[in-house]
């Protein structure tokens, strides 16, 4: 298997694919799927590949598996378009063509000492995986992990196994919250900022890391300057129209930055004053 | 609705200590505290019904409970869950006095049950404890206006990209 170190975004090669075969396929919900590929490299948590479908087109795609796994790369995709729908195709043993790992990822080093608070909405929760597999493997080096995760219904959560898994632990704390609910669910219900004040952190020695729909990030935000938390504490990953991955072509400019190579992950206080820009 | 042995000594903690009444003055503590009584709730049981003369307001201490309401053909729809630290019910305050959901408790939950009528009462005697006690609900309304809207937005809901 193939062992490689990131690639120098600026280098001719950063544009060229490399086949990959996938491995396995698992259904997390009607729409979303994890994809395991025989291809491993180094990465950072929140990093993406762009995952080329053969005759359909390539996509951002943000790894969602163990930063320490270097023998295999995870993805987790939602199905909406022409791209995914092919790459959903795929099963084990097609070849598909992969380019990365791009862009700033979550700072796992800043974080080093601190609380840290994810939150995650939908299918946010697939970019911050990695972060809890990182965070867990070095857990002295944290100090309170918690994850707040809020998902359209209970069907729609995804990893829920590892969510089970996480929430046994003594040492992280999770809370998840659905839109919509049968009354036989036996949790919280309601909008994922509503959990924020449940949880017990440290806004002077927190950082909160945020992924998900970008309204529900902005409301997130909001809920965590109420508990105190300043924004040069609070990462957020962006998403937006990505196409070369390198900056080089503009589709995913977003005011003075490039989302591919100056994010997806951005502390906060570096895209408040756009975020909410409709023409960005 | 099982009401619960509590001195006045201990309610006045309870209440003292609820979020809700955080920055109110030791006379305006002791006052809520002359109209509560403790009450538990096991899991299951209803705390309030939809349709019910809405003459208590409630501070919960521990627990959880779903605001849920029925619907033909779907039983009964969770709208949202409260628990420890949060208030329950403002009905009391307009009229037609009427509760409009249904709050069921999912764990056992406790609360402290204010005497609604009373309170309505103190607040219209009592100008500067109505204020604080509106302030504070409003607070709670606002919030829960926002929640509601987000809800609305169907956050979650697969984007329309026909090229990803």
Redo the contacts between chains.
């Keep these: 298997m193939q062992q490689r170190s990131t690639i120098a975004p600026n280098s001719f090669d950063a544009l060229i694919p490399e086949t990959a075969r996938v491995t396995s396929v698992r259904k997390e919900t009607v ?1 979303t799927f994890t994809m395991d590929l025989d291809r491993g490299f180094r990465f950072e948590p929140g990093q993406f590949n762009m995952l080329y479908a053969f005759g359909a ?1 390539e ?1 951002p795609i943000s790894i969602s598996g163990d930063p320490a796994d270097s023998s295999r790369l995870v993805h987790t995709i ?1 199905s ?5 729908k092919r790459l959903e195709a795929l099963r084990p043993g097609d070849m598909l063509g992969v380019r990365g790992p791009y862009g700033e990822g979550w700072p796992m080093a800043k974080a080093r000492g601190h609380d840290i608070v994810i939150v995650a ?2 299918i946010g929760l697939a970019p911050l995986r990695p972060v809890i597999y990182h965070a867990l493997r070095h857990r002295d080096d944290y100090g309170n992990v918690v994850l707040l995760y ?3 219904s209970p069907e ?1 959560m995804i990893f829920e196994s590892e969510l089970h898994r996480w929430r046994g632990r003594f040492d992280m704390g999770v809370k998840v ?1 659905v ?5 036989s ?7 994922v ?2 959990l924020i ?2 949880v017990y952190f440290d806004p002077i020695d927190t950082i909160a890391m945020v992924c ?2 970008e ?2 990030m902005r ?1 997130v935000v909001r809920e965590f300057q109420n508990r105190g938390l300043t924004e040069d504490k609070i990462y957020v990953s962006m998403e937006r ?1 990505m196409k070369c991955a390198v900056g080089l072509c503009g589709h995913c400019q977003f005011g003075p930055e490039f989302i591919c190579a100056d994010g997806p992950v951005f502390r906060y206080d570096r895209v408040r004053d756009i975020i909410g820009i409709r023409e960005i | 609705m099982n009401p619960e042995e509590s001195n006045p000594e201990a309610l006045l903690i309870a209440i003292t200590q609820h979020k809700f009444c955080t920055g109110l003055s030791d006379a305006h503590l002791k006052t809520l505290a002359s109209m509560a009584e403790a009450v538990s709730i096991e899991p299951g049981r209803f705390l309030i019904r939809e349709g019910g003369k809405a003459d208590r307001f409630y501070l919960i201490r521990t627990g959880k409970l779903f605001i849920e309401m029925y619907a033909p053909g779907r039983g009964a729809v969770p709208i949202t869950t409260i628990g420890t630290g949060d208030v329950l019910g403002w009905s009391w305050s307009l009229p037609p006095y009427r509760w409009h959901f249904d709050a069921k408790a999912l764990t056992l939950t406790r609360v402290v049950s204010l005497d609604a009528n009373k309170l309505k009462d103190r607040c219209d005697e009592d100008h500067d404890f109505g204020y604080e006690i509106i302030k504070r609900l409003l607070l709670v309304a606002q919030n829960r206006l926002q929640q509601t809207r987000m809800h609305m937005l169907d956050l979650y809901k697969p984007p329309q990209v026909e090229q990803l």
């Design positions: 729409d087109g996509v939602r909406v378009g022409a791209v995914t909405g939908g809020g998902a359209r729609d919250i839109d919509r609910a049968p009354s669910w036996r949790t919280h219900v309601g909008v900022t509503t004040p449940k998900g729909p309204v529900m409301f129209n």
